[in-house]
Nanobody, 118 residues
């Protein structure tokens, strides 16, 4: 069992930056691919970025060059640095953990809201 707790959301002006953090409890953090997803009002939840235990990141095209995902396996944390934020980045952002070898072992955080507005 993995519990995920996000923090770092808030209100920011267009062009600004925010850093989201997610702390995972439980064992074997390095066995999980970690990710950030987001859900805007009226939209489905979408993938933003994932990172393997080795630190390889993958991004949806809309955030490439602006967002950076990172993880610290010694601290059980995964962060999302968001720069050059746009109004369309407004959403609730969710931390996700997916076990590398057990597809049914997927966990979600409670979400943190990000609002990009002037």
């Amino acid at each position: 069992q993995v519990q995920l707790v996000e923090s770092g959301g808030g209100l920011v002006e267009p062009g600004g930056s925010l850093r989201l953090s997610c702390v995972a409890s439980g064992s074997f953090f390095s066995m999980y691919v970690m990710g950030w997803y987001r859900q805007a009002p009226g939209n489905q939840r979408e993938l933003v970025a994932t990172i393997t235990s080795a630190g390889t990141g993958n991004y949806v095209d809309s955030v490439k060059g602006r967002f950076t995902i990172s993880r610290d396996n010694s601290k059980n944390t995964v962060d999302l640095q968001m720069n050059s934020l746009k109004p369309e980045d407004t959403a609730v952002y969710y931390c996700n953990a997916a076990h590398r070898f057990f597809p049914s072992a997927i966990y979600w955080g409670q979400g943190t809201k990000v609002t990009v507005s002037s």
